[in-house]
């Protein structure tokens, strides 16, 4: 079985990725240096629990995530699409966020007028 610090290097590093954010930028928002974090990642340090607490903070996932051990599936891209749009309008005013929402489903509808229109053809 795997060192629960290994565990947790790896799954803090897929979700980073997830997020598309560099060690810097994950390393900022969780208030800790980019060389701790790169440590933490390729676990030549262990972080303290406080330390995974605001990781995972960050990160916007509950702390038991971060200890998973059994290999996480792939995401499926509504999964991701949605960790996105959240990342996109984290910090945003009420109205940014209602702005952004509604630009999304006017996309969104114009792809299935699209869909539609193709499909008659």
């Given amino acids: 079985m795997k060192d629960i610090y290994d565990v947790v290097g790896e799954r803090i590093r897929q979700e980073r990725k997830t997020n598309s954010l560099t060690i810097e930028q994950l390393a900022g928002l969780a208030g800790i240096s980019?060389?701790?974090?790169?440590?933490i990642e390729t676990k030549k340090k262990k972080a303290s629990l406080e330390t995974?607490?605001?990781l995972a903070k960050a990160l916007g996932i509950p702390v038991a995530d971060l200890f998973?051990?059994?290999k996480i599936p792939e995401?499926?891209?509504?999964?991701?699409?949605s960790r996105t749009f959240a990342q996109l309008?984290?910090?945003?005013?009420?109205?940014e966020i209602r702005t952004a929402l509604e630009v999304a489903k006017?996309?969104?509808?114009e792809i299935n007028r699209g869909k539609?229109?193709?499909q008659k053809e």
């Fill in 89 to 95: 309008i984290r910090e945003k005013s009420p109205t």
């Fill in 106 to 109: 006017t996309v969104l509808r």
């Fill in 52 to 54: 995974i607490g605001k």
């Fill in 75 to 81: 995401k499926g891209i509504v999964y991701t699409a």
């Fill in 34 to 39: 980019p060389s701790f974090l790169a440590y």
């Fill in 68 to 70: 998973k051990t059994s």
């Fill in 116 to 118: 539609r229109s193709s």
